[in-house]
């Protein structure tokens, strides 16, 4: 058990120092009136280096054989896509290729005469241009190819970075050139096309992508299935889904355990627990050889219909065929656990985590963290924070977003405010991170119970900073939200644990598992 006295208990605003008006000018500084801010933890930035830059902006791919056009592009491709910060991760990723004696693409490219590379190899570099530096250099890079290189591969590679992008008019032009060039001739790109109609949430399409493909006589396999059932579920159509899946399996197309899983949550979400946990069992029946993320699903979904049993039955067959745990293991694990309330057995297994982890992954932090705010649990929380730091561990936003939601429930504004402000500079400027609509409202609340209009004005001010006054979907939904919806948010599980704020699995969960079965997880 994580007990409160093995943790350090000073606040971290005890032992470090900050400058509260730094890298926010004159949107950010604070009123008079209040403390000095020379007693606030140091902004903890990432001292991450840029892949690419306005000089040579080369996406540097390794290759593991040279003068073959079968380049090992698999594994690395995987390593830089479980990547989710991109830009200091696929950095890492190709440091680390380029050490292990492998040679450069481009290099490769620029003596093409004497080394011969495929379509394919394009295909997975153009994947990782748009996955890196994003869809414009991806466009840039397919126009640069040659003829000979613009087959179906390439196209559907630039199909899948728009679908990736959510670009729905650069997409349905795309597909409908490759129809009209006869590149269009199995499921592959109308699997690309139904992802991004359920990531729409344009659901009426995806049926539409599926009735063409029957049309044509193609085939509809195991991932055009999954993206089907989805979409039905996310309609609320139980009837729907369950017509698909008889569909399916008369067609003879075996569901695999993603299948299940996609199913299982949908139940879940729409309150079928009965039919979920059979779908989760005929999940984990389903499972072969040692997929780790599978396991991760069926243990997240066990905890989602309350099974505390299955979850850690399941948990013990995992450590038996894994020995060595990634942080997912645990960060799934621990998610679960406190989902279903056991917060004991989720501070077990966070010690057990601190005796084995590779890095200090903040979102596992973050999980407990949240729980304990969720509970009162305040001191232990702000504990938990300090021994992250003392332990070398960088907060994320959401970290610096928790430690501020506990000191909103001693209005302690001030002390959140600046929290707030380390959030935004933890993740960078590439990836703006926005406050929940909770954590704003809370402050708000506050301030107008005091009549402190100097710290909603430093509110409002960073609220600028980070962009959301241009953002028009978060400021409808802030606008638009409830004193309902406030409370369940307060008492939902914090993003990290990817429920909705009835406790059940989110959008997200079925989202992951229909990405065409390429699932990315960056805790892997």
Not at 211 to 238: F, H, P, V
Not at 378 to 387: C, N, P, S, T
Not at 445 to 469: A, H, P, Y
Request: overall charge neutral.
């Amino acid at each position: 058990m994580l007990h409160h006295s093995t943790i350090m208990s000073q606040s971290p605003f005890e032992h470090h120092r900050v400058s509260l008006s730094s890298n926010l000018s004159h949107s950010l500084s604070f009123p008079s009136g209040f403390r000095s801010s020379s007693n606030f933890l140091p902004t903890v930035r990432r001292k991450a280096r840029i892949i690419s830059n306005k000089e040579n902006p080369i996406v540097r791919c390794s290759v593991s054989q040279v003068g073959k056009s079968t380049i090992g592009w698999s594994g690395l491709y995987k390593r830089i896509s479980f990547m989710q910060d991109t830009e200091m991760g696929a950095e890492r990723v190709l440091n680390q290729h380029e050490k292990e004696g492998k040679r450069v693409y481009e290099w490769m490219n620029n003596r093409a005469q004497k080394y011969s590379t495929s379509t394919r190899d394009a295909a997975i570099q153009l994947g990782l241009i748009a996955k890196v530096r994003g869809v414009l250099d991806a466009e840039e890079y397919f126009l640069k190819l040659p003829d000979t290189f613009k087959d179906e591969r390439t196209h559907g590679a630039l199909l899948n970075a728009y679908v990736q992008a959510k670009s729905r008019e650069k997409a349905e032009s795309l597909i409908e050139k490759m129809k009209a060039e006869g590149h269009v001739m199995h499921s592959q790109p109308f699997n690309s096309m139904m992802s991004l109609y359920v990531n729409l949430e344009e659901y009426d399409k995806v049926d539409l992508v599926a009735s063409e493909m029957r049309q044509k006589n193609i085939c509809l396999d195991i991932y055009s299935y999954n993206i089907w059932l989805s979409s039905c579920g996310a309609q609320g159509s139980i009837e729907k889904m369950e017509q698909v899946f008889e569909t399916m399996m008369e067609n003879s197309i075996r569901p695999d355990w993603s299948t299940f899983s996609t199913m299982a949550a949908i139940y879940i979400k729409l309150g079928h627990f009965e039919k979920a946990e059979t779908c989760i069992k005929k999940g984990e029946s389903r499972i072969k050889g040692w997929d780790k993320v599978a396991y991760h699903y069926v243990i997240s979904l066990y905890s989602s219909v309350g099974k505390r049993e299955e979850v850690y039955r399941v948990w013990k067959v995992y450590k038996l065929l894994f020995p060595r745990i990634p942080n997912l293991g645990y960060y799934t694990m621990i998610s679960s656990l406190v989902r279903l309330g056991d917060i004991e057995g989720a501070e077990q297994l966070y010690e057990e985590w601190q005796l084995v982890k590779s890095n200090n992954e903040p979102r596992i932090v973050n999980v407990l963290m949240s729980c304990y705010v969720r509970n009162g649990l305040l001191e232990k929380a702000e504990a938990l924070f300090d021994q992250m730091i003392a332990l070398g561990g960088k907060p994320n936003s959401k970290t610096w977003e928790t430690l501020a939601e506990r000191y909103i429930r001693e209005n302690r504004v001030f002390d959140a405010l600046s929290c707030l402000k380390e959030a935004l500079l933890a993740d960078g400027s590439k990836k703006k991170w926005k406050p929940r609509a909770h954590t704003v409202f809370s402050i708000l609340k506050i301030c107008e119970q005091n009549e402190d209009t100097e710290s909603k004005d430093v509110l409002m001010g960073l609220l600028r900073q980070v962009g959301c006054f241009e953002d028009e979907a978060y400021m409808t939904y802030l606008s638009s939200a409830s004193d309902e919806e406030r409370r369940m948010e307060k008492r939902s599980t914090h993003d990290e644990v990817d429920e909705d704020k009835n406790g059940h699995v989110s959008e997200k969960l079925i989202n992951e598992l229909l990405s065409n079965g390429h699932i990315d997880f960056s805790l892997a």
